[in-house]
């Protein structure tokens, strides 16, 4: 899937992910070896290991915004992967 830099610069801008996305982005983790794992509490979706130094971090839902997830800036290199395939 490609996107366009407006849509993906706003992504990283806002440090927001859509849920629309969320199961694609689920299978490119698997595809690419990326470990990740369930998200802990009423409002972790999903933790993400960005490296052994930094370990995981997470992507949260938030109650304002039903059609994004905010996450962790350290996850930007996977984000830009995922949406530069």
């Known amino acids: 899937m490609s996107f366009d830099e407006s849509f993906k610069n706003y992504f990283y801008d806002t440090n927001r992910f ?3 996305l969320f199961d694609e ?12 794992r369930e998200g802990k509490g009423a409002t972790q979706v999903l933790q993400v290991k ?9 992507i949260f839902r938030s109650k304002h915004d039903l059609e994004n997830y905010t996450f962790n800036e350290a996850l ?10």
């Open 76 to 85: 930007h290199p996977i984000f830009n992967l995922f949406f530069n395939q």
């Open 50 to 58: 960005v490296s052994e130094e930094i370990g995981f971090k997470v």
């Open 18 to 20: 859509p849920v629309f």
């Open 25 to 36: 982005f689920v299978n490119f983790l698997d595809k690419n070896e990326i470990e990740h």
